[in-house]
Structures are given as structure tokens and as C-alpha cells.
């Protein structure tokens, strides 16, 4: 059965309250302690609502997951307001900063996610923070054809984001324990060099 859209503000409110407590429990308990009866019981919903909103786990994991790359890029934009967009260097060292540190501060709720919820499914139209993203880049890099080697700021800006977002994903499990500045300037490198933007 396919899931239910909420579309009044109470229906809204109920999904909020599944996804709160979700992210309350998965944070405390881990992924193993956690199941969608506990979830329920905690948003102080039936485990027929949560059901009709969620038909699985994986659905939970898929909305927690789009609603932080939601809250990820809205903080890497309001960053790069403050920083600008003139240099492209300085604007890709913004970027990965911004994507490793949030990854790293999030590291147990993403892990959590991943275990809970399995490798999320999602398919490319169910995304929209990650096309927000994908757009602004592919508008950065259009305007600015003499900085870089790219050829199709589309596919340049696709390849970006997602290089980007695995590797920060990557680090924020295996180097937590490192320097966030250290890897940040590692991935800026290979970006900027695929970009043709020198590091300096």
C-alpha cells in the first residue's frame, strides 16, 4: 500500500512527530534497540498511523535522511552569503568545510540512519535537496566559464556534489577523529583539480 501524503496541518504535524521521535531514539537507543512500535509509542501515535505515513523502516530512514541534506544545504547557503561566490577556490573550500563538518557533528544520527533504515532507496525525483544543491552548482559554475575546465557545468556540478557528499560521508565514519580542516583541504584538492581550479 502506498504511503499516505499529509496534506492538512494536523496530518503534517503527526509526520513531524514520527520523524522527532525517530531521530530521538535512533540517537539514544542506535539502530539495533529501535523499531517502528517504538517509534510510534514515542510520537504517542498508533503503529497504524505511523504505517500510513511509513510503510517500513527504510521510509523513515529516507525522510530523516532527505530532511538533514534539507537542513545541510540551507546551512552551506547561508554560509556562502556570508563568504560570497567571486572566488571559486574560496567557494569550494566553503563547500566541503561546510559538508564535512555537518557530517561529522551528525556522524551517530547518519550511522544510525544507514543501519536502520539499510542503503536508502531513493530514486533520482525523490531527492529535491539534493537538486537544490546540484542547481545552485550548476548555475555557480555557468557563470564562471574562464575559471574552470569544465565543459558542462551540469554534469560538473553533478559529479561535485557527489563527490563531495561521499567522501565527507566517507571521513565522518572512518577520520572523525582527525583534523575537520585537514580533510576538508584533502577533498577541496581533488575537486578543484578536477574543476581545473589550482589550490593555493
Not at 573550500?93 to 536502520?116: C, G, K, Q
Request: hydrophobic share 50%.
Amino acid at each position: 500500500m502506498a504511503a499516505r501524503i499529509p496534506q492538512q496541518e494536523r496530518a503534517r504535524r503527526k509526520v513531524e512527530q514520527i520523524l522527532a521521535a525517530a531521530h530521538k531514539l535512533l540517537v539514544r537507543d542506535g539502530p539495533e534497540g529501535v523499531t517502528t512500535n517504538h517509534i510510534a509509542a514515542e510520537a504517542q501515535v498508533s503503529i497504524g498511523t505511523l504505517y500510513e505515513y511509513f510503510p517500513n523502516k527504510r521510509a523513515i530512514a529516507d525522510a530523516l535522511m532527505e530532511r538533514f541534506a534539507g537542513q545541510e544545504a540551507a546551512a552551506v547557503f547561508a554560509r556562502l552569503g556570508e563568504v560570497g561566490t567571486a572566488d571559486l577556490w574560496v567557494t569550494i573550500n566553503t563547500i566541503v568545510d561546510m559538508a564535512v563538518r555537518l557530517r561529522i557533528e551528525n556522524r551517530p544520527l547518519y550511522s544510525a540512519l544507514l543501519a536502520f533504515g539499510g542503503h536508502t532507496g531513493m530514486g533520482k525525483d525523490e531527492r529535491p535537496g539534493e537538486h537544490t544543491m546540484i542547481d545552485a552548482l550548476t548555475d555557480l559554475l555557468a557563470a564562471q566559464p574562464a575559471r574552470t575546465a569544465v565543459e558542462d557545468p551540469a554534469l560538473a556540478a553533478y559529479f561535485l556534489f557527489h563527490t563531495v557528499d561521499a567522501l565527507a560521508m566517507r571521513v565522518s565514519i572512518d577520520r572523525a577523529a582527525d583534523d575537520p580542516a585537514r580533510l576538508s583541504a584533502e577533498i577541496a584538492t581533488i575537486v578543484g583539480r578536477y574543476l581545473g581550479v589550482a589550490p593555493r
